[in-house]
Nanobody, 125 residues
């Protein structure tokens, strides 16, 4: 089992920055990749970014490419999401999730079996 705890959310103005953290504990070696997702009120959960644990290959959805950066610190068992140039449409609850599936991809939430409780990000105009 892998336990995930997100932190770092908050309220910022348009153009501001936040860094989200996802601290993992438990059987972290079983994780193949970690993804960040978000869900705004009335909308479906969507994948934002992911990082493969071993190769550190990353993927971003088009709307955040160039603004968000996902990274990991193995010594701290923590994955980060640095979010710059934030926009009101980035407002959502952000979740991190871990997958043991080698096919893991943030476009398929069902491939992620371990989820954190979420952290709220609010961007005002």
């Amino acid at each position: 089992q892998v336990q995930l705890v997100e932190s770092g959310g908050g309220s910022v103005q348009t153009g501001g920055s936040l860094r989200l953290s996802c601290a993992a504990s438990g059987n972290t070696y079983s994780s193949n990749c970690v993804g960040w997702f978000r869900q705004a009120p009335g909308k479906e959960r969507e994948g934002v970014a992911q990082i493969y644990s071993r190769s550190r290959t990353t993927y971003y959805r088009a709307s955040v490419t160039g603004r968000f950066t996902i990274s990991q610190d193995n010594a701290k068992n923590t994955v980060y999401l640095q979010m710059n140039s934030l926009k009101p449409e980035d407002t959502a609850m952000y979740y991190c999730a871990a997958s043991t599936d080698p096919r893991c991809f943030v476009g398929s939430t069902q491939l992620f079996g371990h989820w954190g409780q979420g952290t709220q990000v609010t961007v005002s105009s």
